[in-house]
Nanobody, 118 residues
Framework: VQLQASGGGLVQAGGSLRLSCTVS????????MAWFRQAPGKERERIVY????????SYADSVKGRFSISKDSARNTLYLQMNNLKPEDTAIYYC????????????WGQGTLVTVSS
């Protein structure tokens, strides 16, 4: 299984971006999916995760109400829609996948940089 993340870029505060995570090798609905981010000098933060596919997403308080996930089954792609972005959302964003029931995320995308200017 391979994950390919894309969609990062530079955006002004208050703007929006949509990140993509294309999964190859198996349908993403088989996996528990997640988006993480890591800002400079900070620990990696899991911002949303699901039980399987996009079922029952759980969002971190830092993004709740602003970020949401969706999928395109035909493209086997997971999306992270980010609205009302803030400078503190600046980070490298990673998608990850794990087989249901596994404790760790075993598959990772390469990361995509999001920079939010004030």
């Amino acid at each position: 299984v391979q994950l390919q993340a894309s969609g990062g870029g530079l955006v002004q505060a208050g703007g929006s971006l949509r990140l993509s995570c294309t999964v190859s090798g198996r349908t993403l609905t088989y996996y528990g999916m997640a988006w993480f981010r890591q800002a400079p000098g900070k620990e990696r933060e899991r911002i949303v995760y699901t039980v399987r596919g996009i079922m029952r997403p759980s969002y971190a308080d830092s993004v709740k109400g602003r970020f949401s996930i969706s999928k395109d089954s035909a493209r086997n792609t997971l999306y992270l829609q980010m609205n009302n972005l803030k400078p503190e959302d600046t980070a490298i964003y990673y998608c990850a996948a794990k087989a249901a029931g596994d404790p760790e995320y075993e598959f990772w995308g390469q990361g995509t940089l999001v920079t939010v200017s004030s």
